[in-house]
């Protein structure tokens, strides 16, 4: 409760922090016109048109299945594969052993194209959500497993000697000296995570469902229209970015608030 309050007094200041963000994406939107006036719409609409067509699908009421559809099989392998690769990481970095018989494992699952796993999953799970959300976790867990087992082998070892000097009970150890390290480097993979689990999760979607984000462009791609092709991604874009930057990085600015204080 005291990290939720904490989380909506600092909001506005974070909302107020974020020109940057909108800087760039004025200059994509930008690039999108002039790549729409060089090419004409059938190629590239422009963003006027597309967002018509978006607010089109949100007012008419067909947006918000497909994203729900989405959303929900994305968040849910995401969430498994943060839980899985968060933990077993942590695991990992704590024993030698440990991190040396997983590393080719790792390599193996980064190595093997998502496209692999949704065949392999169309084949187990049929049309069904098992589909995507095994997919979204098979290419999300790598990314974050390698963070959680760097932030813990990259531990200070004078910090660690000297928690071991004063005898600190292990949950302490892992709460108070562990986790903060492992934190630095966790969030930068579960944000790169979530962005690959939302274009896999509409790969998925495109191939092994009937419904979704995905089989909402396979319909737009078989009518050739182009506008209503960049309507979709223009929300599932928008969805990761009210994600990444509405849920994960105020969570992250509180959580390192320690670094701040410290200064």
């Known amino acids: 409760m005291n990290l939720l309050r904490a989380w909506l ?8 922090s974020g020109w940057g963000a909108i800087a760039s994406l004025c200059l994509l939107l930008a690039a999108w016109e002039a790549v729409s006036l060089a090419y004409g719409p059938l190629v590239m609409p422009d963003p006027r048109a597309a967002f018509a067509t978006l607010w089109c699908l949100i007012d008419s009421g067909a947006a918000w299945p497909e994203l729900a559809a989405t959303a ?3 968040l849910t392998g995401y969430a498994l594969s943060v839980v899985a690769g968060s933990v077993l990481g942590l695991v990992a970095g704590l024993s030698m052993t440990a991190s040396m018989m997983a590393r080719p494992l790792v390599t193996v699952l980064m190595g093997t194209p998502p496209i692999a796993w949704l065949v392999l999953a169309m084949l187990w799970f049929g049309a069904s959500d098992g589909t995507p959300v095994f997919t979204v976790f098979v290419a999300s867990f790598p990314v974050i497993f390698i963070g959680a087992l760097q932030g813990t082998r990259t531990l200070d070892n004078q910090l660690h000697g000297m928690a071991a000097a004063f005898r600190l009970p292990r949950r302490m150890m892992l709460t108070d ?4 390290h492992v934190v630095s480097y966790l969030f930068p993979a579960w944000i790169a995570a979530l962005g690959t689990a939302w274009k896999v999760v509409v790969m998925a979607e495109l191939l ?6 995905g089989a909402a462009l396979a319909v737009s791609r078989s009518h050739l229209d182009t506008a209503a092709t960049m309507a979709w991604i223009a ?14 990085e105020p969570i992250k600015r509180e959580v390192e608030r320690w670094r701040e204080q410290g200064a």
């Open 208 to 213: 092994a469902t009937q419904d979704g984000v």
């Open 9 to 16: 007094a600092g909001l506005p200041a974070y909302l107020w």
């Open 177 to 180: 000296v562990y986790l903060p």
């Open 72 to 74: 929900r099989r994305a």
């Open 235 to 248: 929300a599932v874009v928008g969805l990761l970015l009210a994600v990444e930057y509405l849920v994960l």
